[in-house]
């Protein structure tokens, strides 16, 4: 069943802007901790942020300063703002559902494949040229 799911992937020039959005029904979005991952090929599924069912919000560091998550709790939507894009943030952008209180550490081991916990949506891809 199908329970997220991202949009607003695309390409863009280095130094521009996308945001991405996560449509999660309602249990989750109340319920979970929510968060981005992403994957580029060849490359490890990397914890993008976390932002728990309490609002605290956490940021990879390559992530800090420049993406920014925000919520509309009426649409059930997570955002992913991402902005001075890089070749490097290339990648299949992921957003997930995780058991509240579910630990950095333990999303930073994820592998953004099916054998993963919680609920994943398909992913949006967003590509990044020089």
């Known amino acids: 069943e199908v329970r997220l799911m991202e949009s607003g992937g695309g390409s863009v020039q280095a130094g521009g802007a996308l945001k991405l959005s996560c449509k999660a029904d309602g249990f989750f979005f109340n319920e979970r901790d929510m968060a981005w991952f992403r994957k580029a090929p060849g490359k490890e599924c990397e914890l993008v942020s976390k932002?728990?069912?309490?609002?605290?919000?956490h940021y990879a560091d390559f992530a800090k300063g420049r993406f920014t998550v925000s919520q509309d709790n009426a649409e059930y939507t997570m955002y992913l703002q991402m902005n001075s894009l890089k070749p490097e943030d290339t990648a299949v952008y992921y957003c997930a559902a995780v058991d509240r209180f579910t630990a950095v550490w333990a999303l930073e081991r994820m592998k953004c494949a099916r054998s993963d916990s919680g609920y994943w949506g398909q992913g949006t891809q967003v590509l990044v040229s020089s």
């Open positions: 932002m728990a069912f309490n609002g605290l919000i």
